[in-house]
């Protein structure tokens, strides 16, 4: 339990704590500015919040300072401090408050945990608790929805935590993760489908590739019939490799073609001749009495050189060729050999193979389509089934608590009035949950409602503690409050509750808030500071 919260900057140092009942009394006038939903904030602060250190008049006017607290659990003392300007971490002290080593926030958390025998499956200390601190300026006084932590927070997960406040949480862990999983894979496939890296088709695209794909068989066993060979047992690597081949085999033959050409035409040059003579030279002369037959014969030696020249070089392109052609026979053989093994019919004809091929390539598509669809259409069914499964043994543990939670709020409304009123009502389905007062409005039923409710979890749930602000009570009757200050007495659990004196109260709910003050926060015994700054957010 928590027995004391000391601070140098408060008016009265060090307020003390019973394991029961504690109020934290103001003026019979409501004063807005005295500090009760301060000191609220700072035992949430004490319980591992972080709403008081968020507070700007707090941080402006009082500036850095430390809270110091004191725990009591099996007779033995535990003192600690967190500074209001470094949250995260919480100092172990000794009894005079001396600091000697820091944990984190979390640690602290966890520690309290195990003190409060909280250790919940699933459930961190916090997340329990901290719903039912409802203090001003934390945004969980909603008499609309009890269970949510902020108004942000989802409706199922509020539930969620609920059921783990309960412990049934784990009976359902399973197949809650089983649920997910199937959601996540599910949601996978389906992007990647969008994002076309898996194909996506409708239910009549299906059954139309199922048809083409029985056509389509029956095209290449046609064919396999007409060439009455073992095409039918070509595969599509195979039809293709042969294609591949016979392209090959057409660049092979074609430049082939073209050194042969070349060869030819060597071969016509070899029998060039110079055929010139010294007759021919003579009968010249005949004519061309003045004509130099020296200059002459030196330009038909000439010739005669350089044919000795070109005929070498033809020689040598021509050997040269004759190789290149002798390599290409080499290759069209070994291609036409690979080719008659591949298919066991050099006549083939590309077109067939072709056909064949894209037969193959279109099954082949139409297949992986149809797969996608039913790997789709499984995924859809596998998540659905998780999906239920979690939704029926969900409502299943979320029955029980209905009927325990609505069962108990029932019993203490009935101690509240001397009249009637409806007790409130809870109910929930898979990821909702609906609370209401049926047949009574107004602001204080609605108030009084969510006191009931946190009352029936801290009778029913290991919750250690109750913290209201006077918000939720100051808007309910005279005789509700009076009857709701005894079943906080009644709790047997650690309750702080903000309250102003009222002077419309009876004298028995006056003398239980005398009895119950911890502080009072009355102008004459001054504020939670010490100080004023003006008017502040505390109720």
Known sequence: MLCEIYCKEFHQQKIEFSDGFNVVLGTNAGDNSIGKSTLMLIIDYVFGGNTYSDAFDIVN????????????????????????????????????????????????????????????????????????????????????????????????????????????????????????????????????????????ISKQNYKNNEKEIERLNYEIEKISKELDTGFFDIDSAASEEAISIKNRLSRVKRIRSNILSRLTTIKENEAYRFSTTTEATHELQEF????????????????????????????????????????????????????????????????????????????????RENDAFCKAEELIRIK??????????????????????????????????????????????????HFITPNDTGTGIAYKGLVVFDLAIAHLTKLPILVHDSVLLKQISDEGVGNIINQYINCKKQVFVALDKQDSYNEETSALLEQYAKIKLFPNGGELFGRSWGKKHES
């Open 61 to 200: 006017n009082v500036e850095e300072h430390d809270i110091y607290f004191k725990f009591k659990f099996a007779n033995e003392m535990y003192y600690f401090s967190r500074s209001i300007l470094d949250r995260n971490i919480v100092w172990k002290c000794d009894e005079r408050y001396n600091k000697i080593n820091s944990i984190s926030l979390d640690e602290y958390c966890d520690w309290l945990s195990k003190m409060y025998d909280m250790k919940l499956y699933g459930l961190t200390f916090r997340n329990a608790v901290g719903r039912y601190i409802r203090v001003y300026g934390k945004e969980n006084c909603d008499e609309k929805h009890p269970l949510h932590y902020t108004p942000k927070e989802k409706e199922k997960d509020a539930i969620w935590a609920l059921l783990k406040l309960f412990d049934k949480y784990k009976p359902i862990e399973e197949i809650a993760i089983r649920a997910e999983s199937s959601k996540k894979a599910y949601d996978t496939f389906d992007k990647a489908q969008k994002l076309n890296y898996i194909a996506k």
């Open 288 to 367: 061309f009495p003045n004509i130099n037959i020296k200059h002459i014969d030196e330009i038909e030696h000439f010739h005669k050189q350089i044919s000795v020249v070109f005929k070498s070089e033809l020689q040598e392109e021509k050997r040269k060729l004759e190789r290149q052609i002798k390599e290409y026979n080499e290759i069209i053989e070994t291609l036409e050999n690979e080719l008659k093994g591949l298919i066991h019919n050099p006549k083939l004809s590309k077109i067939i193979l072709q056909r064949h091929a894209t037969f193959l390539k279109i099954i082949e598509r139409l297949k």
């Open 384 to 433: 659905k089934a998780d999906e239920e499964s979690l939704t029926n043994i969900k409502l299943e543990q979320l029955g029980l608590i209905e009927k325990d939670i609505n069962v108990e709020m029932d019993t203490i409304n009935k101690k509240l009035y001397v009249d009637h009123y409806n007790a409130p009502i809870i109910h929930f389905t898979e990821s909702n949950y």
